[in-house]
């Protein structure tokens, strides 16, 4: 299939309400709309995972990051400035997920009890197109059942996650993932906690 095509396919099935299993920037992910609250709960349920525990977001834009927090430090831009060189191809980047306070316009179960969201900022060719065609933020999140390991291959997804999905991605499906993405809590007066190195 082409990129294209995968991205046309997901879009049908994400503006009907529905989850994808795809490929991200680090790991293999499920995904929805972030601002449909029902999609984000079937993606809870399918992973077992307790809804207090938020999902990040990925985005694709200064202005989609706009969108969904009035304030954002000058330092989140710096850290995204520093892990993600222009001059450097995608496969050498580090993904980082900055946790940034008062989201909006975003699912309320996709926000954490302290009113915080974990975002990031992608530009895989996938993801970025698709966001294009949603002009929203996606949902992701590991592939797996809460507490399982998270696979690093297209293989390691268990059926239960594969059969639970509206529609699987088909790109990328014999690439080895890399790692999760850094994860720093940043605050609106710059106060940083690195939560996964």
């Not at 989850?19 to 601002?35: E, F, K, R």
């Not at 050498?92 to 309320?108: G, S």
């Not at 594969?162 to 699987?168: E, K, L, P, Q």
């Amino acid at each position: 299939m082409d990129l294209n095509t995968e991205v046309h396919n997901a879009y049908e099935v994400i503006k009907n309400g529905g989850i994808i299993l795809y490929p991200t920037d680090t790991v293999w992910g499920i995904g929805c709309d972030a601002s449909n609250a029902e999609a984000v709960a079937k993606i809870y349920a399918l992973k077992k995972r307790d809804d207090s525990k938020s999902m990040i977001v990925l985005m694709n834009s200064e202005k989609m990051m706009y969108n969904v927090f009035k304030e954002i430090p000058d330092l989140a831009w710096e850290i995204w400035d520093l892990s993600n060189p222009a001059d450097t191809d995608l496969e050498k980047q580090k993904a980082t997920t900055l946790i940034l306070d008062n989201p909006r316009n975003v699912a309320p179960n996709i926000i954490a009890e302290d009113k915080t969201l974990g975002v990031r900022l992608v530009k895989e060719p996938f993801c970025y197109k698709l966001m294009e065609r949603m002009k929203r933020p996606l949902v992701s999140t590991s592939a797996n059942i809460s507490g399982m390991f998270a696979p690093k291959t297209f293989k390691e997804i268990t059926p239960e996650i594969i059969n639970g999905v509206d529609y699987v991605v088909n790109l990328h499906r014999d690439k080895v993932c890399k790692n999760p993405s850094t994860i720093i809590k940043l605050s609106l007066d710059n106060q940083v906690k690195i939560i996964r190195k």
